[in-house]
């Protein structure tokens, strides 16, 4: 299974683009990358997934290169609600392993 | 709201106790996945369960086991507690349908062992 590294942690001021980078070398062909957030004692939400180039909903955008070996999401304009740990995760093609890493912890600052 | 829902919120055990956690999928959903999350860290995979089968098992030991209902609600048993066992308890539930599928977390039973 793909191993995922992303920064601890980062910080930001409200209305700020924010974009954590996650690298996931060993990625399978048939992996999708998955990105969710979760607030201190809820469940992880899925924000957006992805398997290559770039996604967009109403919540982020997902930028994946073509060799795969990365992902970026990118947070436009983050309010004080955006705190949270994101997490990214490299999905089996079955889903049934989801290995999530320490997550990143987003800091929004007035 | 993800419409999934476990039961209790909080529990409070002491080592050597067995301990039943339920969760109740999303309807639809025919696939439902637990996790621990210990404080500070990410949620870990313990098992995942297809149409009332185990399908897929994470680094845990016997001691913690699953069942899946016809009605596709869930629970986690966890036999002879330990200390370590302090832990966010989540469930998840998806459709499995032979690709990635989003899974929806409910809010997760917080139990502590002393």
Redesign the interface.
């Known amino acids: 299974l793909a191993k995922t590294t992303q920064p601890i942690s980062m910080d930001s001021y409200e209305g700020q683009e924010v974009n954590i980078t996650c690298s996931h070398n060993n990625i399978a062909t048939n992996d999708y990358i998955t990105w969710y957030q979760q607030f201190p004692s809820q469940g992880p939400r899925f924000i957006i997934q992805g398997y290559k180039t770039k996604v967009t909903n109403e919540v982020a955008s997902l930028f994946i290169p073509a060799d795969r070996k990365s992902s970026t999401l990118s947070l436009p304009r983050v309010s004080l609600s955006d705190t949270a740990v994101y997490y990214c995760l490299v999905l089996p093609h079955n889903n049934n392993d989801m290995r999530f890493g320490a997550g990143t912890r987003l800091t929004v600052k007035p | 709201e993800?419409g999934?829902t476990q039961s209790p919120t909080h529990l409070i055990k002491t080592r050597g106790q067995q301990v039943t956690l339920r969760c109740s999928s999303q309807s639809g959903h025919n696939?439902v996945?637990w996790?621990q999350q210990a404080l500070g860290?990410?949620?870990?995979?313990i098992f995942?369960y297809?149409r009332e089968e185990e399908?897929?098992r994470?680094n845990f030991p016997p001691r913690f086991s699953g069942l899946q209902f016809p009605n596709y609600s869930s629970e986690l048993n966890v036999n002879a507690l330990e200390l370590d066992d302090s832990a966010?308890y989540?469930c998840?539930s998806?459709i499995?349908s032979?690709?990635?599928?989003?899974?929806?977390?409910?809010?997760?039973t917080?139990l502590l062992v002393l």
């Open positions: 993800t999934v696939t996945s996790y860290q990410g949620p870990q995979f995942q297809y399908n897929g994470g966010l989540l998840a998806s499995t032979g690709r990635s599928e989003t899974q929806y977390f409910g809010p997760g917080r």
